[in-house]
């Protein structure tokens, strides 16, 4: 499902070289090409390359292919990055062109290059339109819905810790705190975690789910003013007050856009690439790869795996995952 997973990134894939080959193309064929018609409504004439218009689309689509900017971010013509960006698509017209005049494009494996950019970009507009179509608020609503009902509720907690050396110290530090001694006074005079000492044993904020495990059971149900410990830890034994704890929001629709959006997409490519491919007669030619021994067998739930890996964002739990 790696082929899956490079399909879903779209014209972020291609990069300079590729642009090169689609340019080469072009002035191949530039003789019933309509590039003096705006090919967007609003679009913009910015340049012209013997006698060729440059559009501001043109040069926002290269500085998509390059990363520069994302595929819904505007680009202004009157910035330094669209002058580079145009600057560039200039030098491949001109490069290409070259190429075309030194009859570089009727070599048989240019042509398999120029055939297989052609194949790409035919590729990504497949995938653009059928994306398009599933990729919209309410389905972007009902899956986050299906993540507010599956996902794993965390909590918020505000800790504090004094550590010491050994059981006994840590024994005798909560019998200071159970005496009514100030937690902060107590962390100052005793405790051995030089980072947190001097702020009173404040640990700060965190979720409940990243604590390592010890400290997670020891702060189980412990309400906010409590202690809880002493509990074995890496310097030693630590004595912990609970200051807060609160259960931890859920993201909103708007943080989780981008997840959501992920998730779809993959889902939808995953399901139109297995549907062509079961409609195509392909016949592999090479031998499979030799079994190695003990070696466990792909899943068949393995292109359910793959898309797993678009679902990890920080708070998307386990509900994401199909």
């Given at each position: 499902m790696v082929r899956i997973a490079r399909l879903t990134k779209g014209k972020e894939r291609r990069k300079v070289a590729l642009g090169a080959a689609l340019a080469l193309a072009l002035v191949a064929c530039r003789q019933t090409s309509s590039s003096q018609q705006a090919p967007e409504p609003g679009d913009q004439a910015v340049a012209r390359?013997?006698?060729?218009?440059?559009?501001?689309?043109?040069?926002?689509?290269?500085?998509v292919a390059e990363g520069k900017i994302g595929p819904g971010d505007p680009l202004d013509a009157s910035s330094d990055l669209f002058r580079k960006m145009l600057d560039e698509v200039i030098d491949t017209k001109v490069l290409a062109a070259e190429a075309v005049r030194q009859r570089l494009d009727a070599d048989p494996l240019a042509q398999r290059r120029l055939a297989a950019a052609r194949e790409r970009t035919l590729e990504d507009l497949l995938v653009d339109s059928v994306v398009s179509k599933a990729v919209n608020r309410g389905a972007e609503q009902a899956l986050y819905q299906e993540?507010?009902?599956?996902?794993?509720?965390?909590?918020?907690?505000?800790?504090?810790?004094?550590?010491?050396?050994?059981?006994?110290?840590?024994?005798?530090?909560?019998?200071?705190?159970?005496?009514?001694?100030?937690?902060?006074?107590?962390?100052?005079?005793?405790s051995t975690d030089a980072e947190t000492r001097l702020k009173g044993g404040d640990l700060g904020e965190m979720t409940t789910d990243t604590l390592p495990q010890p400290?997670?059971?020891?702060?189980?149900?412990?309400?906010?003013?409590?202690?809880?410990?002493?509990?074995?830890?890496?310097?030693?034994?630590?004595?912990?007050?609970?200051?807060?704890?609160?259960?931890?929001?859920?993201?909103?629709?708007?943080?989780?856009?981008?997840?959501?959006?992920?998730?779809?997409?993959?889902?939808?490519?995953?399901?139109?690439?297995?549907?062509?491919?079961?409609?195509?007669?392909?016949?592999?030619?090479i031998a499979p790869p030799a079994e190695t021994s003990g070696a466990p067998a792909e899943p068949a739930s393995a292109p359910l795996e793959a898309a797993n890996a678009l679902t990890n964002a920080p708070g998307a739990g386990n509900a994401l995952r199909p």
């Open positions: 390359v013997d006698g060729e218009t440059v559009w501001a689309s043109d040069v926002k689509r290269e500085a993540f507010l009902k599956d996902r794993t509720v965390s909590e918020e907690i505000h800790l504090r810790q004094i550590v010491v050396a050994s059981q006994a110290d840590a024994d005798a530090v909560k019998k200071q705190l159970a005496g009514g001694v100030a937690f902060e006074a107590v962390a100052l005079e005793r400290l997670a059971q020891a702060v189980q149900g412990v309400k906010p003013g409590q202690l809880a410990g002493p509990v074995k830890v890496d310097a030693g034994w630590a004595v912990l007050r609970v200051d807060d704890r609160r259960p931890e929001p859920p993201q909103s629709l708007d943080q989780m856009r981008p997840t959501l959006i992920r998730f779809i997409t993959f889902d939808q490519v995953k399901d139109l690439v297995m549907r062509l491919r079961s409609r195509a007669k392909i016949e592999t030619l």
